[in-house]
């Protein structure tokens, strides 16, 4: 357990850190725990809330939501949900490719669509997702929920940037994990993996020329305030997964099991309808706030030249992942073919 970490970021003591979380544990039957990656009224907030709802409506069972930095940062969440001291834990496989290689694939720049419609319709049917990533996922130890999109990944920066040139050098914030690395490598810039609660200071000190996210989190974190110039590239979309520790899961009765899976779907219908229009509205909000922000949205032309430079970071992806990351892009390249032709 990552102890300095919780420590740092919840400003609570060994001891007392220590006691609470040997305490989930034995509660866990009456209280079932939940952690995720961000803040109040952000995607996975809303997600998890509906879940709450859901349980807390049609069961006995209480579901108890931690935001960020409540208990840690994102690797912290995922060792205690692996450890059985949380019972549900939403996570970027941004965090989980440290764990699951394969997660990486949504790092792939170029891969998925940019069109809302298409993704969600993906996101529904795909093979790998929905059949192939449970049983890699389990191999961890996780029952594998629910995978969903949260919206389209926004470059920001200290300047306008229109190419992989006028990427060049700069110190990019990445999640860390090691494919989103090479993405970034590949458009120019020098790949700077932080976690997320050292972003805003160093986007305002100048250690970091820029970072990537979804808009609805730019807006909510503030971070336009530091790094001002948005950039649409088009290159991806940020996704998101729910899942549960397997033992405990494999532990529910029948009914327990069916009430897990009906909360997932009805957050995950819910969430769908929730980001329709979510960008917009963040992005609105975003230019209310502040007279410095620009926007920039590349034309083809311009997304074609960090196009090109997508293929060496496939390639990247399968030599980290070998024979299983080659049949799992394949199928991903079936799945996306079905929904866009």
């Given amino acids: 357990m990552r102890f300095q970490s919780l420590i740092k970021t919840t400003g609570i003591s060994a ?3 220590a006691v609470g979380l040997s305490s989930f544990a034995a509660q866990a039957q009456d209280v079932w725990r939940y952690a995720h990656e961000e803040f109040e009224d952000d995607v ?9 709802e ?7 069972h209480t579901v108890q939501v931690f935001r960020f930095g409540e208990l840690g940062e994102s690797d912290d969440i995922m060792e205690q949900t692996q450890a059985g001291i949380l019972q549900f834990v939403n996570q970027s496989p941004g965090f989980t490719g440290s764990l699951i290689p394969e997660a990486q694939i949504f790092f ?10 298409t993704v969600v319709e993906f996101f529904n049917n795909s093979v790998a997702i929905n059949e192939m990533f449970p049983e890699m996922y389990a191999e961890q130890g996780l029952e594998l929920l629910q995978m969903y999109p949260e919206g389209e990944m926004v470059v920001t920066a200290d300047e ?5 040139e006028d990427m060049r050098g700069k110190n990019i914030r990445t999640m860390t994990n090691p494919l989103l690395s090479e993405t970034y490598r590949a458009f120019g810039a020098s790949p700077t993996p932080l976690p997320w609660g ?4 160093g986007l305002q000190t100048g250690i970091l020329d820029g970072q990537e996210n979804p808009i609805f989190w730019i807006e909510s974190g503030g971070l336009y305030e530091v790094s001002p110039n948005l950039i649409f590239t088009g290159h991806g979309w940020f996704t998101t997964a729910l899942m549960a520790n397997q033992d405990f899961y494999n532990s529910l009765s029948s009914d327990d099991q069916q009430l897990v899976q009906d909360a997932t779907a009805f957050a995950y219908d819910y969430i ?3 980001i329709s229009g979510l960008a917009d509205e963040s992005l609105q909000a975003i230019m209310d706030a502040s007279d410095d922000v620009t926007v920039t949205r590349l034309d083809e032309d311009e997304i074609q030249a960090f196009r090109d430079r997508a293929p060496q970071v496939e390639e990247r992806f399968l030599e980290m992942t070998g024979s299983r990351g ?3 892009l394949d199928q991903f390249k079936a799945d996306l073919e079905a929904v866009t032709n």
């Fill in 15 to 17: 001891v007392a850190l």
């Fill in 44 to 52: 996975q907030d809303v997600f998890a809330y509906k879940f709450k």
């Fill in 54 to 60: 859901y349980v807390e409506d049609n069961s006995d």
């Fill in 108 to 117: 792939i720049p170029y891969l998925l669509p940019t069109d809302e419609e």
């Fill in 160 to 164: 306008i940037v229109r190419s992989p």
């Fill in 198 to 201: 050292e972003v805003y200071g």
């Fill in 272 to 274: 769908l309808d929730h």
């Fill in 326 to 328: 080659a049949e799992l």
